[in-house]
């Protein structure tokens, strides 16, 4: 990103990603995704680690088919600088119960979509020792 | 990382890279951080964008002279798969008052250095919409 984004603009982004990974229906759930990830964009969380918009589409079509239902929403406001952003998120099930909570970390490429997705579970644990 | 670190391993490296960020000795930091941060590391937070682990111990120089007998401490686990990790820190000042908190991101080398790492000020803000 050569310049900063406008105002919401990464919430919006970010909501339309959730709601990418929140679409059962295929066909859909990919014309989502293709608005704010980068085609050759990458992901990779604690369970995947994939290329492309195609890849992640047809990765979440798994966890929701694993998980019928179940949508995914932005929890935080998303913090940004030189194309680096962060944001939290959250997993419900069908029946609204949370199953996960997790950041994403991201790098945004010039044209403001997603480049490279990397997924965090949970919060950071405090330090004991 | 083609292979998982020893237990612990992280939270080590992560302990010796904020130690090189306490140290006001400007021979002693590139050292320490040279033993956990590539030759040609990458490091960007909200103020600082750079290359190379001479310039983190130069900007990092540039800290602890604005910040005088400031130190850096890691406040969580570390959380890491396929080689991307993630930890919290805190900075204090000479008075041992927190100055402020973040969370560093890091994608590790084939030889378990930081290759790059970005930083982010706080915690997430909790969406309020």
């Known amino acids: 990103m050569d310049s900063l984004p406008a105002f919401g603009a990464l919430e919006s982004l970010a909501d339309t990603y959730c709601a990418g990974w929140s679409e059962s229906n295929a066909t859909s759930r990919l014309a989502i995704l293709r608005a704010v990830v980068a085609e050759d964009g990458t992901y990779v969380n604690p369970r995947h680690d ?6 992640l ?3 979440i079509g798994e966890v929701l088919a694993t998980w019928p239902g179940a949508r995914f929403m932005r ?3 998303v913090d940004q600088h ?3 952003a962060r944001f939290a998120w959250r997993m419900t099930g069908a029946d609204g119960q949370s199953i996960v909570d997790g950041v994403d970390f991201a790098q945004l ?6 480049q490279r997705i990397v997924g965090f579970y949970g919060p950071l644990e405090v330090r004991q020792d």
Chains 1, 2 share one sequence.
């Open 82 to 84: 030189h194309g680096m």
């Open 109 to 114: 490429n010039a044209s403001g979509k997603l």
């Open 57 to 59: 589409a047809a990765c």
């Open 50 to 55: 994939l290329a492309g918009v195609q890849a």
């Open 75 to 77: 929890t935080s406001t």
